[in-house]
Every structure is written in structure tokens, then in C-alpha cells.
């Protein structure tokens, strides 16, 4: 499984939009990047999916260059509501009929008033 | 939707219980996981089921064991509690030979052992 590396935490004000980047160097063919979010004392909850270019729904954008090396994040004028821990997955969910799905240690985001 | 119930919300328990943490999904999925998540640490997988009576090891097993004896129900057993097994604990359910890694979470059990 593909091993990710984001930054700890950051700290943004409110109106601002937000990236935050993924790094997964030995990222496979058949690999998906995903993303959660989680706010205190909840399990976390999908936010957005992407395998190549861009892909952007209501809540995020992501972008992913060519190489696939890496992943970024990005959430449009970011509100107070927007505090929450931001995980970074990646992984092929039909690798060998099950697989074991690891999180990281994640980005703590701060939005600041 | 799909709702991934934890039978507990706020667990308090004594050293050396043994504990069940029960975890019931209602889509049907076949992957199901146990995660603890500590201050700092992120979440990190304790087991995964892929199929009934079917399990595997995460990233940390020991002191715990689990049980999965219907479809929808996947239990995390500590068998003999101890302090450092205080912690948030969240089931997570996910569907085989889905093209992508989309994880549905429970709302965590906190569990106390005192």
C-alpha cells in the first residue's frame, strides 16, 4: 500500500481557500487517491476521489499532476466550519479481492476567524 | 445512505474486563475494519474482516481479537482490558470490488479503562 506524507497542520483565515498537498512517491498504476475529513469525537467521512487531472465536487477540488506522485487538496473560501483533520489515502480497492486500508496521521487544519 | 452503527458511545471500564465493542452495517459491504485513533497518531488498524468468520491483522492486533459471525456485524474484543487500550475506537465498512477506496466510519466508541 502506497505510503502518503502530509504536512502536520496549518493554520488558514476564514474567506481564504486552502491546499493542501499529499505526498505518495510510490503510488501504483491502478491506484486511487482519496480523501477524508474528520471534525473532533466523529469517524471520518469521504470528501473527494480522484485518479488523474482534476476532479471537483461541492465540497473540494483535487489535483493531481501527471506523475501521480502527489495530490493536492484544495477548499474555496474556507469557514470556521472547515476545522477538521484532512487525511490523505491511496490505494486500489479491488486489489486482490480485499485489502487492508491504512490511514496516516493527517493535516490538522485551523480556520482562523 | 449508509449508516454504520456503534453500539456504544462512552465506554467506561476496569483493568482486566473484558470488553466487547459492537459495530452492525446495513449495506451489505463485505470489507469491515477496526480502527483505534490517539492523540497524535492518527488512525491505526487494528483488524479487517472480508467475509464472515474471515479475518486479517492490521498494523497493531495485540490484546485484541475479533469476531464476525454475520455479514453485518463485526465485534472487536479486548479480552482482558487495559489502561493503554483507552482510546477511540471506530468501526469502518467498505464494499468489495468497488473501483475506488470509499470507507464509511461509525461515530467512534470512547472507551475509558481505569
Known amino acids: 500500500l502506497a505510503k502518503t506524507t502530509q504536512p502536520i497542520s496549518m493554520d488558514s483565515y476564514e474567506g481564504q481557500e486552502v491546499n493542501i498537498t499529499c505526498s505518495h512517491n510510490n503510488i501504483a498504476t491502478n491506484d486511487y487517491i482519496t480523501w477524508y475529513q474528520q471534525f473532533p469525537s466523529q469517524g471520518p467521512r469521504f470528501i473527494i476521489q480522484g485518479y488523474k487531472t482534476k476532479v471537483t465536487n461541492e465540497v473540494a477540488s483535487l489535483f493531481i499532476p501527471a506523475d501521480r506522485k502527489s495530490s493536492t487538496l484544495s477548499l474555496p473560501r474556507v469557514s470556521l466550519s472547515d476545522t477538521a483533520v484532512y487525511y490523505c489515502?491511496?490505494?486500489?480497492?479491488?486489489?486482490?479481492?480485499?485489502?487492508?486500508?491504512?490511514f496516516g496521521t493527517g493535516t490538522k487544519l485551523q480556520v482562523i476567524p | 445512505d449508509v449508516k454504520v452503527t456503534q453500539s456504544s458511545r462512552y465506554l467506561v471500564k476496569r483493568t482486566g474486563e473484558k470488553v466487547f465493542l459492537e459495530c452492525v452495517q446495513d449495506?451489505?459491504?463485505?470489507?469491515m475494519f477496526w480502527y483505534r485513533q490517539d492523540p497524535g497518531l492518527g488512525l491505526r488498524l487494528i483488524y479487517f474482516s472480508y467475509d464472515v468468520k474471515m479475518k486479517e491483522k492490521g498494523d497493531i492486533p495485540e490484546g485484541y481479537s475479533v469476531s464476525r459471525e454475520k455479514k453485518e456485524r463485526f465485534s472487536l474484543i479486548l479480552e482482558s482490558a487495559s489502561t493503554n487500550q483507552t482510546s477511540m475506537y471506530l468501526c469502518?465498512?467498505?464494499?468489495?470490488?468497488?473501483?475506488?477506496?470509499?470507507?464509511?466510519f461509525g461515530s467512534g466508541t470512547q472507551l475509558s479503562v481505569l
Open positions: 449495506m451489505d459491504h463485505e470489507n
Open positions: 489515502l491511496v490505494g486500489n480497492g479491488n486489489s486482490g479481492g480485499y485489502q487492508k486500508v491504512t
Open positions: 469502518a465498512t467498505h464494499s468489495l470490488g468497488a473501483t475506488n477506496e470509499k470507507l464509511f
